[in-house]
Nanobody, 120 residues
Framework: QVQLVESGGGLVQPGGSLSLSCAASGDIAQITAMGWYRQAPGEQRELVADIGSDGTNYADSVKGRFTISKNNAKNTVDLQMNSLKPEDTAVYYC???????????????WGQGTQVTVSS
């Protein structure tokens, strides 16, 4: 199995910063892309940022404020969030595109989510 463990969520005031981290473990042989999604109450889950062999991709709403990075050796992906706004409040999910040991195909794997609340 593949496990994704997220950490770093919490409560922060508008204008503040938070850093999220996600670590992939288990019988994963290869990872080609890692990313962060978020889902606010009553809204659809949306891409925040992802990173892969073709570079990085950000939602327009977070460009210039959020930075995604990954460590290939540790199978981790981080999201540094600066200048946070109340509209950034959501559950943030880590997603990995990877291949399990012995498998011929790639699949998406999701973390359990971590709450980020931006409020004064």
């Amino acid at each position: 199995q593949v496990q994704l463990v997220e950490s770093g969520g919490g409560l922060v005031q508008p204008g503040g910063s938070l850093s999220l981290s996600c670590a992939a473990s288990g019988d994963i042989a290869q990872i080609t892309a890692m990313g962060w999604y978020r889902q606010a109450p009553g809204e659809q889950r949306e891409l925040v940022a992802d990173i892969g062999s073709d570079g990085t991709n950000y939602a327009d709403s977070v460009k210039g404020r959020f930075t995604i990075s990954k460590n290939n050796a540790k199978n981790t992906v981080d999201l540094q969030m600066n200048s946070l706004k109340p509209e950034d409040t959501a559950v943030y999910y880590c997603r990995v595109l990877g291949r399990r040991i012995g498998a011929l195909y790639f699949s998406h794997y999701w973390g359990q989510g971590t709450q980020v609340t931006v409020s004064s």
